[in-house]
């Protein structure tokens, strides 16, 4: 059983930056793709960015693209994303998820960390 914890939310103004943080435990982090998602009020979730879990891939939702990055570090068992340029429909609650990578389904979760941009 893979444990998520994720850090680094907050209130920032338009244009600035945060860094999230996501810490794991109970598993192999290794072996796991990571994926950060968003979730705002009346909205679906969505993912927002992933990594493989040999670290070799990325992906990025289009609305992010050029302003956040996802990184991993495998020896603090910890996936990074951070966020730069934020525009307020940035806010959102964002979640930290896993994959075991013989899966593409997220079966692991965060309790989530609110991520709230003032214009």
């Known amino acids: 059983q893979v444990q998520l914890v994720e850090s680094g939310g907050g209130l920032v103004q338009a244009g600035g930056s945060l860094r999230l943080s996501c810490a794991a435990s109970g598993g192999t982090f290794s072996t796991y793709g990571m994926g950060w998602f968003r979730q705002a009020p009346g909205k679906e979730r969505e993912i927002v960015a992933a990594?493989?879990?040999?670290?070799?891939?990325?992906y990025f939702a289009d609305s992010v693209k050029g302003r956040f990055t996802i990184s991993r570090d495998n020896a603090k068992n910890t996936v990074y994303l951070q966020m730069n340029s934020l525009k307020p429909e940035d806010t959102a609650v964002y979640y930290c998820?896993?994959?075991?990578?013989?899966?593409?389904?997220?079966?692991?979760w965060g309790q989530g960390t609110q991520v709230t941009v003032s214009s």
């Open positions: 990594i493989a879990w040999s670290g070799s891939g990325t």
């Open positions: 998820a896993a994959h075991h990578k013989s899966s593409a389904k997220y079966d692991y």
